[in-house]
C-alpha cells in the first residue's frame, strides 16, 4: 500500500511561482514511477509531469520550459517547481504512484492563477 499527501497549493497572480509537494508512504520501494496530473474547471484530468526510479521526467507540452519534476528520496517526496504561471494552469493537481501498473492518488490540492 501506498499513501500519497500534496501540499502547496493556493493563489497566485500570473507570471509568479508555486511549488507543489508529495510526500509518500507505504511501500516506497515498489513505487516505479510518480507524476503530477490537473484537472482544470470544466476539464478532464490531464498529465503534468512525470519521473521515473531512474531520474527520467516527461512534460506535458504546455507545460514545458516552466515547470520542473523532482524527487528527494531521502524524504521520499516529489516535487513540482510551477513558474511562470498562466491562468490556463489553474486546476486541481494530484500526484500519483504507479506500482505493477497500479495508480495510487493523492486528495488533490488546489492552484488557482489569476490574471
Known amino acids: 500500500q501506498v499513501q500519497l499527501v500534496e501540499s502547496g497549493g493556493g493563489l497566485v497572480q500570473a507570471g509568479g511561482s508555486l511549488r507543489l509537494s508529495c510526500a509518500a508512504s507505504g511501500s516506497i520501494f515498489r513505487i516505479n514511477a510518480m507524476g503530477w496530473y490537473r484537472q482544470g474547471p470544466g476539464k478532464q484530468r490531464e498529465l503534468v509531469a512525470t519521473?521515473?526510479?531512474?531520474?527520467?521526467?516527461n512534460y506535458a507540452d504546455s507545460v514545458k520550459g516552466r515547470f520542473t519534476i523532482s524527487r528527494d528520496n531521502a524524504n521520499n517526496t516529489v516535487v513540482l517547481q510551477m513558474n511562470s504561471l498562466k491562468p490556463e494552469d489553474t486546476g486541481v493537481y494530484y500526484c500519483?504512484?504507479?506500482?505493477?501498473?497500479?495508480?495510487?492518488w493523492g486528495q488533490g490540492t488546489q492552484v488557482t492563477v489569476s490574471s
Open positions: 500519483n504512484g504507479w506500482v505493477a501498473g497500479y495508480a495510487y
Open positions: 519521473i521515473t526510479k531512474g531520474g527520467n521526467t
